[in-house]
């Protein structure tokens, strides 16, 4: 509880934290990394879902039906919603990658927990894969950075801002935003990418050849 007043205290004044608090504050968000009992296997496993933020939707609003207090909007409750929210979000999706490539590609499902003494980037290469190396934590964490400072006004951003001004639950907000980034010309355009780089992998012969 010390860390998450701490964590108000400073979203509130809009002070940068000293690494003592930045210390006690990523505690904090890695004590919330874990997922309620059993809706690993009643909100993801049980569910099945072939598009990760589908998955990720439906367990938002998953943990709103958990939450005594889902509708209180006061700004302390909120922000503690919020900071929950976020220290879930990489184990849920950690878990629907798992159960989609379980369901729909034959692959082995494995279930790890989350680690309280890695980082974000750590714990979510974990929870995916495993092993892992710094290379591809620091390159993940260098993405989640970027992603996170590349703007205010997107789609989703937006969408959320419209949502909650309605004075919605924190949890049917964040779920409007996740439905607007599912979008194929927004944060669906990652899946295009992606796409766009398996074609490469198949026709390119030659990645030496600057004109091929």
């Given at each position: ?37 059993n ?31 889902a ?27 798992q ?64 949502t ?49």
């Amino acid at each position: 509880r010390h860390g998450f007043d701490e964590t108000v205290y400073l979203l509130l004044t809009g002070k940068l934290p000293n690494k003592a608090e930045l210390e006690d504050f990523s505690q904090h968000m890695a004590s919330l990394r874990a997922l309620p009992d059993n809706f690993i296997k009643d909100m993801i496993l049980s569910m099945k879902g072939k598009d990760v933020l589908n998955i990720l939707a439906r367990s938002v609003l998953g943990l709103y039906t958990l939450d005594e207090k889902a509708d209180d909007i006061s700004l302390a409750n909120m922000i503690e919603q919020t900071l929950n929210i976020i220290a879930k979000f990489p184990s849920i999706i950690a878990y629907s990658y798992q159960a989609l490539k379980y369901a729909y590609q034959g692959r082995t499902l494995t279930i790890r927990h989350p680690q309280t003494h890695l980082s974000t980037a750590e714990n979510f290469l974990y929870l995916v894969k495993g092993k892992y190396t710094k290379l591809e934590a620091d390159l993940l964490d260098l993405a989640l950075v970027l992603h996170a400072e590349h703007g205010g006004g997107n789609n989703s951003t937006f969408t959320m801002r419209v949502t909650s001004s309605t004075e919605t639950d924190i949890y049917s907000a964040v779920t409007s935003a996740i439905a607007s980034l599912k979008g194929p010309l927004h944060g669906g355009a990652n899946l295009k990418v992606l796409d766009m780089m398996e074609d490469l992998k198949k026709h390119v012969k030659n990645w030496k050849d600057e004109a091929e």
